[in-house]
């Protein structure tokens, strides 16, 4: 069975403060790993898409990268409003099948 | 401007009675997901459906209806077999082909 694990459940950072996210995975025929950024009381708002180990992809003063167990996601010097839970997705292929899991995320709070 | 529009963003119904949720979509995508979210977990699939008049049970669909008549439109019914109904319902829609999912604002449903 896929599974998903974000940590930490929740992070608490001063502004300015840089630190990273984590979501480590197990699945069977990785077909894509997504973060999302979710505000209270709305949908969440994707981020990036991953596909292969030792890519990268920026926007702003977020990073994600990628390996064959987990992703980062590299939170530089970062202002209140990235105040916000973190999602992480990972979609596997199994014998055509495919499937989207979700981690229970990580509830990120910049302290100005 | 594209998106998803769920409506309503609150709901309140009385234990025993049905209701139903609307999605609608103007991004043209040709698949669209019912999710749901509770607190500590993380997002379950109750419905999916990759084209109009079909759709596909997810993990969790006991307790749930759905129709594509349209492709715009993807509305779920809560019925009154579903247990535990109380919950944020999130829509989404996507392109096929493995394309990250584009996300509504969420319904909350209250049961009492």
Redesign the interface.
Known sequence: EDQ?TQSPEALRLQEGESSSLNCSYTVSGL??L?W?RQDP??????LF?LYSAGEEKEKERLKATLTKKESFLHITAPKPEDSATY?C?V?SSNFGN?K??????TRLTIIP | DGGITQSPKYLFRKEGQNVTLSCEQNLNHDAMYWYRQDPGQGLRLIYYSQIVNDFQKGDIAEGYSVSREKKESFPLTVTSAQKNPTAFYLCASSWQGGSPLHFGNGTRLTVT
């Open positions: 998903v077909r894509g997504f999302y009381g709305k949908g969440p708002e994707f898409t999602l997705a979609r495919e989207l899991t979700f981690g229970t995320g």
